[in-house]
Each structure stands twice: as C-alpha cells, then as structure tokens.
C-alpha cells in the first residue's frame, strides 16, 4: 500500500497548531506528503499489529494548501531494460544509529544522508547510490529509453518514500511512497516515476526540470506502538496516528521525523497539525488527543542533486572506460 511523503507547493505553515485546514475524502491505497516534509494519511484498512503499518492512506483530492494527498499508485516503474547503468561500487552511505536488519552499502555519501535513529554503530542502508538509481529511472522515462539494469545496491524490504524537489529554495515537487515493506529495487523504481509524474499537486515533470531536482530516499524503520501519544522525540521519530474522526470513520496520518522539527513545533502543535491534515474538522481537546492510537518510528534520509548524479555516474563512466557522454546529452544512446 503506498503512501505520500513531504511537502505541499511551498506551504508556509505557522508555528501554532492549523485549525480547520484538512481535507475530506475517502481512503485510498496511495497518498503524498505535504509542507517541507509532511506526509498526511487518510482511512485506511488495518489488521494485526504486524499490519497496521503497512499501508498509508490520505486524503483524496488535497488541494496545494493541503498536506498529503491520496491517488493510487500506477505502477509506473518499468521492467529491467538493457541499458548498462550498472552501480559503481563507491555509493555513500552514512552511520545508522539504530539499524535495521538488512545489508549496507561500503562507501562514503556524495551527498546529505540523515537518519532519525540513535547512536549506534552500524552503518546506513540508504545510500547516494539509490537517489542515483531514481534519477536514472527518471531520465530513462523522460527521454523514452529503456529501464536501467538492476542495481547492485541491496534488494532488502522496507517501507520507502521518494521525494522530488526543485530550485535552489528547493520547493517540494513531488513525494509519494509506502509503508508496506517492498523490495528496494522494485520499490524505488515504482516510487520513483510515481511520485514525479502522479502526485496529483503537481503537473508531471518535464525534461527541462531535471537539472534542477534533488531527490531524497527514505527508509523507514523501528516502528513502534505507544500507549501515551507524546512518547516520542521531535526530529527523531516520525509518528503515525490512527484516530476516530467526527463522522465516525477511521482515519490515519503520519508526519515524516524531519517535519516537526523543520516547522518548530512542539508535541501539541504536531499532534494537531497532523489532525487536520488527516481531515479531523472538530474542535481538538486533551481528551480526544488521548484517544489517538500513535505509532513511533524512524528513517534513514538520502539526498542527492542532479549536478551530484551527475558527477557521480561520470566517475563511473571514466572508471569504466565507456565512451558515451552522460545525461542530458543521450547517455543512453
């Protein structure tokens, strides 16, 4: 089940909690986030406990004001094609802090890697060579070539989000993803061309965008239910709530750990900005908060820029002794 993940069109949110913003909707399988990192969810069919993170819902139809919005994925990641963009061997990772029970990658980051986890020794599973991976998806499919070759990086299940943005005040462009465990070839893939072509706040992106996108890769991980709903941390936990809106219908919401932080908001002012962007239009008081069924969690954070992709597969190409120039000038051809 796919869900979306950060920002709405340059969203200048307030440090007090919104009131009365929030969409309506039905719930759907697919949503997208909103503000510089939100991610808002609406309804959503949940079973046991080793389920109920499994899928992230928001609400239909957002507008560009709105947090996160729902549209089903389309599966818009093709198949493996023949073009020869195997990873180079030297991608970055970063030092996870509370690691989740998958490979990781040998190289220093070309980028920004972040994660929300504790001091720890391992290392991070996100690497630069993932947000490589989605920007050659991206190129491949803009251009009309072939899907690039399977990456060599580790094909481990985990929920994910790809985000786009834009510019050099990096506005949100896109950023959709989900919280079922999918296999990060497959995955990134799908995600990639789902959240820059489908995120229904924005128009598809174009060629003419490339060169000024970043892309982030997060892995989710460490899920953990809690019975008080202020047992978490500001910029280390993300949080996924469930609750019973006014018309008596289940609805869901997450905030990415990024988003609290980056807004300056204290438990209170996240708790019921992720309210109403989950589409709860009543009056919030310390009561109904207490009736919120909250789930913690964490991430591992890449980003790189295009000019970094760049440098990065031409570093490849030299090492590989392959002729051809790199994108945009037909790198495929």
Same mark, same amino acid.
């Given at each position: ?9 340059k ?6 909690p ?8 039905g ?18 069919g ?13 609400l ?18 093709g ?20 690691p ?20 720890g ?13 989605c ?20 094909? @481990? ?8 943005? #834009? ?5 949100l ?48 991980t460490?899920? @953990?239910?809690?019975c ?29 750990? @990024? ?11 996240? #708790?019921?900005?992720?309210l109403r962007?989950?589409g709860?239009?009543?009056? #919030? ?22 000019a ?5 597969r ?12 790199l994108?945009?000038?037909n790198?495929?051809?």
């Amino acid at each position: 089940m796919a869900a979306g993940c950060c920002g709405v069109k340059k969203q200048k949110l307030s440090s007090s909690p919104p009131s009365g913003s929030g969409g309506g909707g039905g719930a759907s399988s697919s949503s997208h986030c909103s503000g510089e990192s939100q991610c808002r969810a609406g309804e959503l069919g949940l079973g046991g406990a080793g389920t109920r993170l499994n899928g992230l819902g928001g609400l239909a139809g957002g507008g560009s004001g709105s947090g996160c919005t729902l549209s089903p994925p389309q599966g818009c990641g093709g198949g493996g094609g023949g073009i020869s963009l195997s990873p180079p061997p030297s991608c970055g990772v970063g030092t996870l802090l509370s690691p989740p029970s998958a490979a990781t990658s040998p190289s220093p980051s070309l980028s920004s890697a972040a994660s929300s986890s504790s001091p720890g020794s391992r290392k991070m599973v996100v690497s630069a060579e993932m947000c490589c991976f989605c920007f050659d998806v991206l190129y491949c499919h803009l251009y009309g070539y072939q899907q690039p070759r399977t990456p060599r990086f580790t094909n @481990e299940p985990y929920p994910l989000f790809v985000t786009w943005k #834009i510019g050099r005040d990096k506005r949100l462009r896109g950023c959709i993803g989900t919280f079922s465990a999918m296999n990060l070839h497959s995955g990134l893939r799908e995600y990639t061309l789902t959240s820059a072509l489908k995120d229904s706040r924005f128009p598809p992106m174009t060629r003419d965008e490339l060169p000024r996108l970043f892309c982030s890769v997060s892995l989710l991980t460490n899920f @953990e239910d809690v019975c008080d709903y202020l047992d978490w941390e500001v910029g280390v936990h993300g949080i996924r709530i469930e609750f019973i809106n006014e018309k008596g219908s289940k609805r869901t919401a997450t905030y990415l750990p @990024e988003v609290a932080k980056e807004q300056g908001w204290d438990h209170i002012q996240t #708790i019921d900005s992720l309210l109403r962007k989950g589409g709860y239009k009543a009056p #919030i008081t310390n009561e109904f908060r207490k009736t919120i069924k909250l789930t913690r969690y964490r991430s591992e954070k890449m980003t790189l820029s295009y000019a970094e992709y760049l440098a990065h597969r031409q570093h490849h190409h030299f090492q590989n002794g392959i002729g051809h120039p790199l994108p945009p000038y037909n790198h495929y051809s």
